[in-house]
């Protein structure tokens, strides 16, 4: 029984940053680094590709992938991902365990961390349901929050007498590189958040989400200066 699906969604319209999911990173579309990850992934049976756009699609040559042209009520901002995946299901028509959600906006995932959270959830039995990359950002801890009014004047809050980021209690915020789920789960709780959700902490990884050109530019910069391997 066909296993492992890997769902590469790609929808075309974008307010950020227009075809943001076409737009050349390193010479290749985003479209395509997302897939090149997909096939470095263990135990991937088919890797699908979900878009509104027919050159979109096009993007990637390989015949094996399967692609499906997405109606246009899915591919709107505020179409929700489970909403895609339900579509895709139904239209490939065959029964996979296990769901690797792959996005284009996130191309500087290292494959190797992939298959790591992979396994976690593979040797979890029933204790694990997904499994979400997260991160740590220190310069945005909660205790730093402000609130402003209707004037844009901050609201009074007390900020804490130690400043220092280290001395606070580390959070971690989803990271977008990659989420894993149990399907049926996955329909049941309509999220990948849940008390049996594992946040794979990210090292060789590095959180983007592009959505804008200077996240474009970030992204170059950090390939260009040798800060993250290329996938080749």
């Keep these: 029984m066909v296993k492992t699906l890997c769902?590469?969604?790609?929808?075309?319209?974008?307010?950020g940053l227009k075809n943001k999911n076409i737009k050349l990173l390193n010479?290749?579309?985003?479209?395509?680094?997302?897939?090149?990850i997909a096939k470095r992934v263990k135990h991937i049976d088919d890797i699908v590709i979900s878009s509104d756009s027919k050159k979109y699609l096009n993007k990637i040559e390989n015949k094996n992938?399967?692609?499906?042209?997405?109606?246009?009520?899915?591919?709107?901002?505020?179409?929700?991902?489970l909403d895609v995946v339900?579509?895709?299901?139904l239209k490939i028509k065959k029964k996979y365990k296990y769901l690797i959600l792959l996005e284009p906006t996130s191309p500087l995932t290292d494959p190797?961390?992939?298959?790591?959270?992979f396994k976690k959830l593979l040797s979890s039995n029933s204790e694990i349901d997904f499994v979400v990359s997260v991160i740590s950002l220190p310069k945005y801890n909660s205790k730093f929050i402000l609130k402003l009014n209707k004037k844009n004047k901050i609201k009074f809050k007390k900020f804490p007498k130690n400043s220092n980021r280290q001395s606070f209690t580390?959070?971690?915020?989803?990271?977008?590189?990659?989420?894993?789920?149990k399907i049926d789960k996955l329909l049941q709780n309509k999220s990948w958040i849940s008390n049996k959700t594992f946040g794979f902490k990210i090292?060789?990884?590095?959180?983007t989400d592009i959505d804008t050109n200077l996240d474009l530019l970030f992204t170059q910069s950090i390939i260009k200066n040798g800060l993250f391997k290329k996938i080749k």
Excluded: C, D, M, W
């Design 112 to 117: 190797k961390e992939v298959n790591l959270a």
């Design 203 to 207: 090292k060789r990884s590095i959180h």
């Design 27 to 36: 010479g290749i579309p985003l479209i395509k680094h997302a897939y090149t």
């Design 86 to 89: 339900k579509h895709t299901l």
């Design 65 to 81: 992938v399967i692609k499906i042209l997405r109606p246009k009520r899915l591919s709107s901002s505020k179409s929700l991902i």
């Design 170 to 181: 580390e959070e971690f915020f989803i990271s977008g590189n990659f989420y894993i789920a």
């Design 7 to 15: 769902l590469i969604p790609a929808r075309q319209g974008s307010v």
